[in-house]
């Protein structure tokens, strides 16, 4: 859905989009990478994920998805059902499969977020400290930044 708030230059043309246009954002993405192997001289931005799959049906059920760039991991969510929670899935396991496959790629730090009303006590007990926090809604919630050092 594009909102009716486009502004036109005489060179371009600026819409503010409401729903993900994944070839827009796939463009911007790899052109953001390529500038930064332009600057850095390294090519290294690549996905990192774990998944949780049925052993019948092979259906993926959860896990996490992230990536590893200039020697930080970013893990971006982690999800199980909750009929697998609890059972050393998500730290005993995934993280430790991220975090070991990242210092692989020669990462030296882990950094994620999470909201109060989620896990951020679970990601302490994994060893992530947490480095800030921004109240966002509703009431009494707040997005918890944390980072680990792997190496």
């Given at each position: 859905?594009?909102?009716?708030?486009?502004?036109?230059?005489?060179?371009?043309?600026?819409?503010?989009?409401?729903?993900?246009?994944?070839?827009?954002?796939?463009?911007?993405?790899?052109?953001?990478?390529?500038?930064?192997?332009?600057?850095?001289?390294?090519?290294d931005?690549?996905?990192?994920?774990?998944?949780?799959?049925?052993?019948?049906?092979?259906?993926?059920?959860?896990?996490?998805?992230?990536?590893?760039?200039?020697?930080?991991?970013?893990?971006?969510?982690?999800?199980?059902?909750?009929?697998?929670?609890?059972?050393?899935?998500?730290g005993?396991?995934?993280?430790?499969?991220?975090?070991?496959?990242?210092?692989?790629?020669?990462?030296?730090?882990?950094?994620?977020?999470?909201?109060?009303?989620?896990?951020?006590?679970?990601?302490?007990?994994q060893?992530?400290?947490?480095?800030?926090?921004?109240?966002?809604?509703?009431?009494?919630?707040?997005?918890?930044?944390?980072?680990?050092?792997?190496?």
């Amino acid at each position: 859905m594009m909102i009716e708030n486009e502004m036109a230059t005489s060179d371009v043309v600026l819409t503010l989009a409401a729903d993900a246009d994944e070839d827009a954002r796939r463009l911007i993405s790899d052109r953001l990478d390529a500038f930064n192997v332009e600057e850095t001289g390294i090519a290294d931005n690549q996905p990192l994920d774990v998944l949780v799959s049925d052993p019948v049906s092979g259906q993926c059920l959860g896990g996490l998805v992230g990536r590893t760039s200039l020697g930080v991991l970013f893990v971006n969510y982690v999800y199980l059902p909750e009929s697998l929670r609890g059972q050393g899935l998500g730290g005993g396991r995934l993280l430790a499969i991220a975090e070991s496959e990242a210092c692989r790629r020669g990462c030296r730090e882990a950094l994620l977020f999470t909201m109060e009303i989620q896990a951020p006590g679970f990601y302490l007990k994994q060893g992530y400290r947490e480095f800030g926090r921004i109240e966002c809604q509703p009431a009494g919630n707040a997005r918890v930044f944390l980072r680990k050092t792997l190496i």
